[in-house]
């Protein structure tokens, strides 16, 4: 069993860069050498055997010019040392170690990047670098959000090749310097009740996850993946993402609407428990992927991945007509939640590195008592984030808010709403700052609506969902905005409900606005929640204007 999730984030947000400026007695070359010129250094353990690690140090040059010349000084943990080191030189001391560019020369480029790598030997676990300067500046680059709360986005295995966002948009944009935890989303928990790779459609996308080759033009650090290269697609660039942001924490966010199938069978018993925990780990947190299409490979991955979120929709209630439901699913989710946790434990006395479980939970107080004890879970998860959204949406015949934090006098069946929602959670004792809201970053919408008594078709029958641009009925909100700057739609607004929707005398979208987003969050921090989670990022506009309304608002 767990500390309360609260106290442990608090250390894990902490923990999360690999990159510590601590004081060690360092070389006197690195006191002498040239200012560090924009230059930020980031570490990643890349693989590990038995004694033996491999890791990859990344020199970024934030600069308007080449830096020739560049000398990084640190020391390793107790236990831990370098014994070979490619693309750069490296010298020993009894206090840490020097490393230079390699004889024939490794300028890094303006606004890009130089890698190199080493392999190392530890012995209890620990290899982060020690009192790390660059030209006798701290390494440490971006440090994360100038706050202490939760910012979680949810990044889809699909947002790259069917939205256009990619990882390296979560740069582009600001965003990643914002946030705390990105989920990706999703890994599938096939009949087998395993966490599972496979080309089979529908069952899953290895080549968007770590097949698909990335061009230097879509890459964060403006390298193209190498032919032959054993990882490439979004993992590869969520890895080089955390090498650029060490504070960032990703994990692998399991299930979903689509994949939560199976779920039941696999926590059905206590050993196909232990059989699913096990592949997940070996899988996400291992790395060992199976080679499909010229990549992956035993600890291709490792690394990548921080911890498992669970996305169980739902245990104990129906989700998609397609799920296996059972009454003992409530129990079952219990003992599953505490095989992760234990599992997880023994990883992290393994490698020394924390390993994060989180889950997202549903809106309603039935499906809480149905599939949740609440009691028995909490300690073992370090938050959950809770659904703030699809309140209402085109499978209903009338037009409503999606995602609203009060319910608003007008609606004829005032059921549900976030303030609902988090005094279900409360009155079953969970601490509400274990709690992370759900944002959306799109709309639902319908066509065929009246304007109704008060001009603003909220509330009115519709003749059936509107098109969206990649969805009948739902919308991102990138192209919401467009619609609300044409002039054909009147926005209209709910200031205490935070919910904004646009008409224009036939088509109707209930969504989130910077305005809105930034009320959700005030009113989380309000209700004692640790932060907000966005599903899903790729919804926001080329300038992260959605998410930094939250930092702002997260800041206040």
């Not at 939760?150 to 889809?156: I, M, N, P, R």
């Not at 699913?276 to 790395?287: A, K, M, P």
């Not at 434990?345 to 390993?355: N, P, Q």
């Not at 959670?425 to 970053?441: K, M």
Request: charged share 20%; with cysteine; glycine share 12%.
């Amino acid at each position: 069993m767990r500390a309360a999730p609260p106290m442990r984030q608090a250390a894990l947000l902490a923990a999360a860069a690999l990159t510590v400026p601590l004081t060690a007695a360092l070389p006197a070359s690195a006191e002498e050498a040239s200012p560090a010129a924009g230059l930020t250094v980031s570490y990643t353990e890349t693989a590990r055997w038995n004694t033996g690690y491999s890791g990859r140090i990344t020199v970024r040059n934030d600069s308007d010019a080449p830096v020739e010349d560049w000398e990084i000084a640190f020391s390793l943990p107790d236990g831990s040392r370098i014994h070979q080191m490619w693309n750069a030189d490296v010298s020993a001391a009894s206090d840490g170690y020097t490393v230079t560019p390699p004889h024939w020369g490794a300028a890094v480029p303006a606004g890009g990047e130089y890698s190199f790598g080493f392999n190392g030997l530890h012995s209890d676990g620990a290899t982060e670098l020690l009192g790390c300067l660059v030209n006798g500046s701290p390494c440490a680059g971006p440090t994360g959000p100038d706050h202490d709360r939760v910012s979680v986005a949810y990044y889809t295995q699909w947002s790259a090749e069917e939205r256009g966002y990619e990882v390296a948009d979560l740069a582009e944009t600001g965003s990643a310097e914002q946030l705390t935890h990105i989920q990706y989303a999703f890994g599938n928990v096939t009949a087998d009740g395993l966490c599972a790779m496979t080309d089979e459609p529908g069952q899953g996308d290895p080549f968007a996850d770590y097949g698909r080759p990335v061009g230097a033009e879509d890459s964060v650090d403006g390298v193209a993946d190498r032919a032959g290269q054993s990882l490439r697609g979004n993992f590869n660039q969520l890895r080089k993402l955390k090498e650029r942001y060490p504070h960032l924490r990703v994990n692998i966010s399991l299930g979903g609407w689509e994949w939560s199938r199976h779920f039941s069978d696999a926590a059905l018993t206590e050993a196909s428990r232990e059989r699913l925990v096990s592949s997940c780990i070996d899988l996400y947190l291992r790395g060992d992927l199976p080679e499909i299409g010229g990549a992956g490979g035993t600890g291709a991955a490792y690394g990548v991945f921080d911890g498992i979120d669970l996305d169980w929709e739902w245990p104990g209630s129906d989700g998609n007509p397609h799920n296996t439901v059972r009454p003992e699913d409530k129990e079952n989710f219990t003992a599953l939640v505490a095989e992760f946790r234990e599992q997880l434990d023994a990883l992290e006395d393994e490698t020394g590195r924390e390993h994060e479980l989180t889950a997202f939970l549903p809106a309603g107080g039935w499906r809480l008592d149905a599939g949740y004890e609440l009691d028995e879970l909490m300690p073992n998860l370090d938050f959950v984030t809770v659904q703030g959204y699809d309140y209402h949406g085109t499978w209903e015949t009338a037009t409503n808010h999606q995602s609203n934090l009060v319910t608003d006098p007008r609606d004829p069946q005032p059921v549900i709403s976030a303030e609902i929602i988090r005094d279900a959670y409360l009155s079953r004792g969970v601490d509400p700052s274990a709690l992370v809201l759900g944002i959306p970053f799109y709309g639902q919408g319908w066509t065929g609506v009246a304007p109704g008594p008060e001009g603003d078709g909220l509330f009115q029958e519709a003749s059936g969902p509107a098109q969206g641009t990649h969805a009948t009925g739902t919308e991102e909100w990138r192209y919401l905005k467009e619609k609300a700057a044409s002039g054909e739609y009147e926005l209209f607004r709910n200031e205490e409900a935070g919910t904004a929707w646009l008409y224009d005398g036939e088509t109707f979208w209930t969504y989130d606005d910077e305005t809105a987003v930034a009320r959700k969050t005030d009113w989380a921090l309000d209700s004692g929640y640790s932060g907000v989670m966005v599903w899903a990022i790729d919804g926001d506009d080329a300038d992260g204007s959605l998410l930094s309304a939250i930092d702002t608002a997260l800041r206040d």
